[in-house]
DNA sequence: GCGACAG
DNA sequence: ATCTTGTCGC
């Protein structure tokens, strides 16, 4: 089972149990047949949200595998304990693939963290799986504004650690924070994130699970109360 | 002390 | 995250 932390203390002291699990040697796959997509959406209450984890073809970008679980945010919103929100239900999802994925791709930081243990770090430890953390707002760090052209870098600088990097993943498009989890290079996940965005800002894989759990949040908010369950 | 603060 | 209209541009 999951640790659900209560306090910030106790998430605070979950997060540096679990730092130490994580790989920051192995360069990752450099060709990964399989990449998955997470992301969650929430219900205007900010309490029931919807959790997507979508499997896609690395090469074509095929969608091979989806899965989608209703759910409640099982922690507070504090900025740098965030992931405890969302795990559980991510999580559960993982488990009901059908298709293995060989690298994550998460909604959120890995090592571009206060105490360098972000969502996807979070998630690669837990599952053992290589993971990636792409941001579109920053956490932590410094940097200057990379190129124009997509491709174009610049490092993310938290006192002398680079713990990522900005991502200019289309020409003269807003570029987003790529970090690693789990398992991954630096360099490496940067080439992933690329390699992923081809057409638009984010990963496909983000693009995918974002647009599942958004339209299954609307399904639900639109279904009458159910039947099955009365209170 | 004050401001900043992934989703 | 989510609430929201029009608007600028390819």
Known sequence: MTTTPRTVAEAEAV?????????????????????????????????????????????????????????????????????????????????????????????????????????????????????????????????????????SWSPLLDGADEVGRVLRTQDGIKPVFVSVGHRMGLDNAVAQVLNLARRYRLPETTREADRLCRTELRRLAALPADPCRPH
């Not at 997060?15 to 969650?40: H, K, S, Y």
């Open 15 to 151: 997060q540096d149990r679990l730092r130490p699990m994580v790989d920051l040697v192995g360069p990752g796959p450099t060709t990964p047949r399989t990449v998955a997509g997470l992301d969650v959406a929430y219900a205007e209450d900010g309490d029931r949200l919807a959790a997507a984890v979508t499997v896609l073809d690395a090469t074509t970008l095929a969608v091979l595998d989806a899965v989608v679980l209703p759910g409640r945010a099982a922690f507070g919103y504090v900025p740098g304990l965030f992931a405890f929100r969302e795990l559980p239900t991510l999580l559960a999802a993982l488990d009901r693939l059908t298709v293995a994925p060989e690298l994550l791709v998460c909604d959120g930081h890995g090592l571009a963290h206060p105490r360098r243990f972000g969502l996807a770090c979070h998630l690669g430890v837990l599952t053992g799986l290589p993971a990636i953390g792409v941001g579109k707002t920053p956490l932590v760090g410094r940097w200057e504004e990379p190129g124009r052209p997509r491709g």
